[in-house]
């Protein structure tokens, strides 16, 4: 088993339920957790060498751009319609980013 595909993954896929979680529970703590968890994920995604890396990073920061606006329209503004929509377009990219994933790991195949 490759652990750094699993912490990959890992981040990838709480990246994407934190943010399904602030759109049922609109709060501005689960909101940092989805943008911190949304960025360590991008961190890691910079240093992938694989046939998406490009796409995977490319939707990664889609988010990235999305959730930060979205923190602080909620936190300095107070306008939870526009980040609740910024945050909708964030989920959108992270499961294109979940659907690269699958894609990637069906076309690659560990030699035994």
């Known amino acids: 088993m490759d652990w750094g595909k699993v912490i990959?993954?890992?981040?990838?896929?709480?990246?994407?339920?934190?943010?399904?979680?602030?759109?049922?529970?609109?709060?501005p703590v689960s909101l940092f957790v989805a943008?911190?968890?949304?960025?360590?994920?991008t961190i890691l995604k910079i240093g992938v060498r694989?046939?998406?890396?490009?796409?995977l990073?490319?939707?990664?920061?889609?988010?990235d751009l999305h959730l930060i606006p979205a923190f602080i329209y909620l936190v300095v503004v107070g306008n939870m319609?526009?980040?609740?929509?910024?945050?909708?377009?964030?989920?959108?990219?992270n499961v294109f980013s979940m659907g690269l994933v699958y894609i990637e790991s069906s076309k690659t195949r560990e030699e035994y």
């Open 8 to 27: 990959y993954v890992f981040f990838t896929l709480m990246s994407l339920t934190s943010t399904a979680g602030f759109l049922y529970e609109h709060g």
């Open 35 to 41: 943008a911190s968890l949304n960025l360590v994920s």
């Open 50 to 55: 694989n046939l998406l890396s490009a796409e």
């Open 57 to 63: 990073l490319a939707s990664s920061l889609v988010a």
């Open 81 to 93: 319609d526009i980040a609740v929509a910024l945050t909708i377009g964030a989920l959108i990219a």
